[in-house]
């Protein structure tokens, strides 16, 4: 988004916006469809008033700022935002994000800047750039990349240090950081004890997404925290939530079900694009395959044991067949796949899918895997390839800013191309391992 097209966008209005508003708006990457929605119905008039008085003056509409918020939803991206549709009406949310100009045009012209799809804001919903005030709230969503909780558990130390310990904390982020999967020994080092922290496992996340609707998600946790579970299940429309609450054994399958169907979905599109439908549909048996052996090969984790149910209903829920066809046809990390596979620069494709802090998850993965031995990684040969080439662009890009796959890697994509299916005549058949 340049300064043209928002001055194209903002013409023939009453108020004549000087360039330091436009360039405030660009900043904080605040979609142009949004800023057009805003100027048709008015409330782009109101933003601007609002942000010629600075940034710190309030916002908030009514008395909705005096009430008491039951829910802080710290970070305002696809997830918080499908979420917030799924709550009661009756439930107050308070929801954090750094970037003052873009909380106070989501407060005022009641429209998300998520930039996957518009979504209009309910009124029992305010925003703030403080976390003093999100942290007035007593249940603490923490709606932000895995990549990211290290810098926000340090943030919170640090702004609301005389209060954060008594709050209640629900993760939706994938539950990988660091080397792995996050024990509980992380939790206690970052200061969050960990009998206050509950595990939300979404839904159909993509599915939903797309669709534009709240999102089904299941409560979930490996300690004891009933009351809380009940208590935070208690903000949401019932239609929204999956009947079966996950036990904390089946905790790892759904979350790494959750990040491997991201992978496996990138080259999914690509056989999807060059081979057709019916390459796709025998590529999904073959990858649902794999994703039960993987889960298998790293559920030998302190604590962790899996059965035969865990498994057939990882991912998110009962739903990783139609998880993955779902972000194979329409989800960023579908596409991802497509583009890298095909040859085009990643730092390009980060940007314009906005997967830049979502594609550090890698080597999470990695930490995974790499600690299997050889003869248990055949057992795993897609997921192996995918997960070599994505490292290999992970690395050139941290040491460089860019990267495209290798002409070695080229190979490793033909071979994997090979080992999926054969020629026979003219007609390609495809095979499983």
Known sequence: ?????????????TISYPESFLESLIQAEIPLDRIEMAREDGSLDTVYEIIQHGPDRTFFSGSREEKQPHLAIIGAGDFAISLIKATKPSVNIICYDIEPVRNIFSQTAKLSTNKSFALRIPD???????????????????AVPASALSSVFHDIRKYVPDVYRDKQYILVSKGFVGRGYIPHRWLEKSGIPFERMIWASGGNVARDVIAKKGLKFAVVSINKNRKGRKVFAGFFNRKYLVPQEYSGSALLACELGGILKNYYAGLGRYVLVRFGEQALEKYKHVVRREFRSAVRLVSGA?????????????????????????????GRNGRFGEMVFNSQPIADVLESLGLVESFQTVFSTLSLFNRLSRRALKRLPVLKAILEIYEDLHIEYLERGDAQISDENLLLLKETENRLFYNTGKKKRWYFF
């Open 124 to 142: 029992n919903v305010v925003f703030t750039s403080s976390l003093k005030k999100a942290f007035t709230a007593d249940y603490i969503l923490l």
């Open 1 to 13: 988004m340049n300064m043209e097209i928002v001055k194209s966008v903002l013409t023939e209005r």
């Open 302 to 330: 302190p604590s962790v044991s899996l059965r035969g149910w865990i498994i057939r209903k990882a991912s998110h829920g009962p739903a990783f067949w139609e998880d993955l066809d779902v972000t194979i046809r329409g």
